[in-house]
């Protein structure tokens, strides 16, 4: 130490001083403009140990770093030769006066130099390393996508040398040291700095200092110009990334991702029912109105641009860049921070309610004392038309001394709101946490509940949720259309079944699977999977409603809870008996997925919430589903962001694809960095106006990865309904007209099972039972000699054999019966009563036995009735058994339990009883036509059906076209048996029969056994089930029964007979009137088949409605 080395020491100490002062200003500066954000919910502090070791372990290990691999180590060595480096660095005070100094006690030890050495050496290779890779990507060629795009490369030019400096710093000091003997350390700790030293042997002690004051003065620089520079995330990130990771909103240490934040104001989650738009915060209008921790993750952002890198709307050409983004409401919050921190606030109309006086003044005074450029700022808005090169982010310039507020327009353009598709891709990569996703759905929030500035696309969804409850706005009636063309019994919640006892899964259909046509086949794929794994499963039918999730994302946060709320009172009916860990929920649907599992809870619903390929995968695990494996089929899988990156799920399905023999070919951008289909944050109903659609993007690169699919046709997978939507018009618009039309199929994960493991059809089994090869469907028979007439004694002692069985448990209450989606028992042959004079046999039902060849879905056509017998053979009225009468049916009226939406068997209609015949008119005759019996694997057992509706012929519950559907009345009382009933004078009945034609009976012909019970006289009119709600509003109780007619014939009119076992025959109608050789169900409520397992002992179920308060107006009724 000398008098040189005291002077140089006493000015580096003094410049210091000044250095630091200019440093902590700007950390103050920084921390009262972050102050003024709202407040945050408390959960953001606790718990504070799982916290702070997620903190540490993204530090340390550099968690989110080393997803760029060649950038993660380079970053990883320059973070810790900055942070602990500062102790080499603090050690320069005294080297610049003693040029021997190092610190006491550990100075001196070898790990202590051996750390020097390798903190200085890694902090030069790091920060060499990051300012190639930076120059590499520099946008200087406009064409070229390059993530600093945007970025201030001043700052960061200026950041990287200076650390650059100090790693030279720390190595040169040790190297002047060594040279000069002033440090006599182990080759090992100097492994580096020993032999540079010996180029410079000889050299003064002077070096040392000099090389000292270097290392000082350049941290000293950074320091000032950081501190007037509280925008710059690039060197402030060093320090705001502690606390930003530490207060991330996810407690477990994941990513911002899956739910969105609620909506909050003043720390609270806003009760939509009482919130206040003049003093609560709907969404963010304004800076202030963003949270302290969205402040700090605008201070935080190190404009890296991974970020920009991922975003689909920026690699498509659209105006959205999330970096971008994040720096305009930087710039712009910092800008009007000292506005705001004096106090200055502006109302919705932008009138200041801040700086005024007690009379409600404007405080002038008050306002002159601010910034001219900081009022500026404040007065511009959050949200519009942008005129700035990267929307507003460079802030307002002076024009001749003046502030133009209207310069560069809005801080966030509209087109650069909407663009955003909510895919997560830019949350997943920050590195330092920053929520982008969350401050868009805010913004958007803001736009929507109280701007009503928003695509006009958006209009017509938003109003299909409201009045449909689905995005479609098609009818709730037809989300159960699918089922109609299922070969499986479906059983619909209010319909079939009112209790979740005995099932294990709620299938979400949502509504892409229950309207959409290419969803629909992934719902029936599963649907089916379910039933040959025989797990139980019911589904909601009409009772679903959208989960809001379009809704939410698009800002409407409204109509999301209305939505949620609703469905959550239906679900919670569902579940009302069964435990918590019993509440299961399968869905298909990735953004219903997520809305019900991440979403829900924030509202008090808490479900086990799984996904197709989860459930499958695990079913195909326990070797409940059998995939046979193909000759490696090309494939290429497509990650839905809803699936992947916001739930994590990246593992079911590719091993469903592997089970099923796929051969996978990964796309480039694949788990968490595949790229988006387009369809996420309410896109799916937006049209894209500008740049590449992003779905011709992505499928521009499956279709690269398969490659030509010559001969072979090829497949792009995918898990979600939306991601297929917009991948199968993608591929549509790049192969049609190509050779390779039609050689590109996309498909969900589900039907790829689905087709595997029906390859070992021979092999399959259903609900658990092997049933053998899946036949094919019939022929139609040929034409049979007609059957001659036997005597009524016999059909009497048929009917007495079976009215006298006991009645066997059915549906849920089965004992030993069928499972939901398994195959039902076989029952024996039912005995036939032939006709008395049998007119000309028809033909049996083709295709799925539907009556009259009804197309799926479709109203299947109305059967004229059977003509009524006019005459009976004498028989002992002693040889009638006394029949158990068969209650009417409830709740919606559905003939024998049957469930809405399923297919509608080929029904044999039944003797038309002589009290309907009288109503009616109609001649009647004393033979009745035989029944042709379609040929079928197992016998099917049958009931006495009962009387067909007359009118215009529709099916009970079936909803006139263009008409209100009106309650009908319950089905008439059964007539007294025949032993009790009173003749009719023989006058009244008409002599004319009629003819044949007019009484068409069909049987449905079925591999699998089919169990039907007795059909209570169908209603008249339009036939609308009893109990049936009436479209848009309140259910009607149905009117009481009518009392039966008095008979017109003399013929006793017999009751209806029921089968009351599968094993048992079935009864002829009545002891004096002529049964048909089999008698099959009429068609019941809306066109479907009986559900066995889901009819209750007494009866049909009966219906609960919707689970709507009385007086509630459901989304999606009128």
Known sequence: MNATTITIGIIAAVISLGCWALFLRGVWTMVRAIAQGQRVDSSRFWPFFPRLWTMLKEFVAHTRMVKFRSVGWAHWLVMFGFLIGAIFWFEAYGQIFDPSFHWPIIGGWNVYIFADEILGLGTVIGITTLIVIRQLNHPRVPERISRFSGSRFGAAYFVELVVLVEGLGMIFVKTFKIATGLEHAPIWTSFFTHYFAQLFEGCSVYWVTAAAVVKLMSGMIWLAVVGRNIDWGVAWHRFAAFPNIYFKREADGGVTLGAAKPMMSGGKVLDMETADPDVDAFGAGKAEDFSWKAWLDFTTCTECGRCQSQCPAWNTGKPLSPKLLIMSLRDHAQAKAPYLIAGGRTDMGGDEVGLVDADGNVD??????????????????????????????????????????????????????????TCGACVEQCPVDIEHVDHIIDMRRYQVLIESDFPSELAGMFKNLENKGNPWGQNASARTNWIDEMDIEIPVFGQDVES?????????????????????????????????????????????????????????????????????????????????????????????????????????????????????????????????????????????????????????????????????????????????????????????????????????????????????????????????????????????????????????????????????????????????????????????????????????????????????????????????????????????????????????????????????GAAAKAAPAAAAPAAAPAAPEAAAPAVEKKPAAKGFGMAAGKRPGAKKPGAAAAATPAAEAATEAAPTAGVAEPVTEAPATEAVTTEAVAAKAKGFGMAAGKKRPGGIGKAAPKPAAAAAPAAEAAPAPAAEVPAAEAPAAEAPVEVVADTAALTTEAVPAKAKGFGMAAGKKRPGGIGKAAPKPAAAAAPAAPAETPAPVETEAPTETVASAAADVEAPAEAVPAPSSNGSEPDERTIAETGAAKAKGFGIAAGKKRPGHR
């Open 364 to 421: 002038e005074a008050a306002l002159a004392k601010i910034p001219a450029s900081a009022r500026a700022e404040a007065a511009r808005k959050l949200v519009g038309e942008s005129k700035g090169v990267i929307g507003g982010g460079e802030g307002i310039e002076a024009v001749d001394g003046a502030f133009d507020p209207e310069q560069l327009g809005a801080v966030i353009d509209t087109e650069t709101l909407w663009s955003c598709t």
């Open 500 to 856: 979740f006892e005995g099932f294990e899964y709620l299938f979400w259909v949502g509504c892409a699977g229950a309207y959409e046509d290419r969803a629909k086949k992934t719902t029936k794929a599963v649907a089916e999977l379910l039933d040959i794994a025989a797990v139980n499963f019911m589904v909601l039918g009409e009772g679903e409603t959208c989960t809001g999730d379009s809704a939410r994302r698009a800002g409407n946060e409204f109509l999301f809870q209305m939505l949620a709320q609703q469905n959550i009172e239906m679900m919670n009916e569902v579940f009302s008996t069964a435990p918590q860990q019993r509440k299961k929920v399968v869905v298909t649907c990735a953004h219903c997925f997520n809305a019900l599992g991440n979403e829900y809870p924030q509202l008090g619903a808490t479900y086990e919430v799984v996904h197709h390929t989860q459930l499958l995968n695990r079913l195909v695990r326990e070797k409940r589903l059998v995939p046979v494996a193909p000759l490696g089929e090309g494939v290429t899988y497509h990650d839905p962001c809803y699936l992947g990156r916001h739930n994590k799920v990246y593992d079911a399905p590719r091993e469903l694809m592997a089970a099923s023999g796929s051969a996978l070919t990964e796309m480039p951008r694949h788990g968490e960095r595949s790229m988006c289909c387009g369809a996420g944050g309410a896109r799916m109903w937006m049209e894209e106006q500008i740049g590449k659609r992003i779905n011709i993007d992505r499928v521009d690169e499956a279709l690269s990865t398969l490659g030509d699919p010559g001969t072979a046709t090829k497949k792009v997978a995918t898990g979600c309904p939306f991601c297929r939507v917009m991948l199968t018009d993608g591929v549509t618009a790049r192969t049609s007209g190509t050779e390779n039309e039609g050689k590109i199929e996309v498909v969900d994960v589900a039907q790829l099972l689905l087709e595997s493991v029906k390859r070992g059809a021979p092999e399959v089994t259903r609900g658990g039972r092997f049933l053998g090869p899946i036949a094919k469907p019939a022929p139609e028979p040929e034409p049979e000699p007609e059957p001659v007439a036997a005597p009524a004694a016999a059909a009497a002692t048929a009917a007495a054999g079976t009215a006298t069985a006991p009645k066997p448990k059915v549906g849920l209450g089965m004992k030993g019966g069928k499972k939901p989606g398994g195959a039902k028992p076989a029952p024996a042959a039912a005995a036939a009563a032939p006709a008395e004079a049998p007119a000309d046999k028809k033909p049996a039902a083709k295709g799925f036995g539907m009556k009259g060849g009804k197309k799926p």
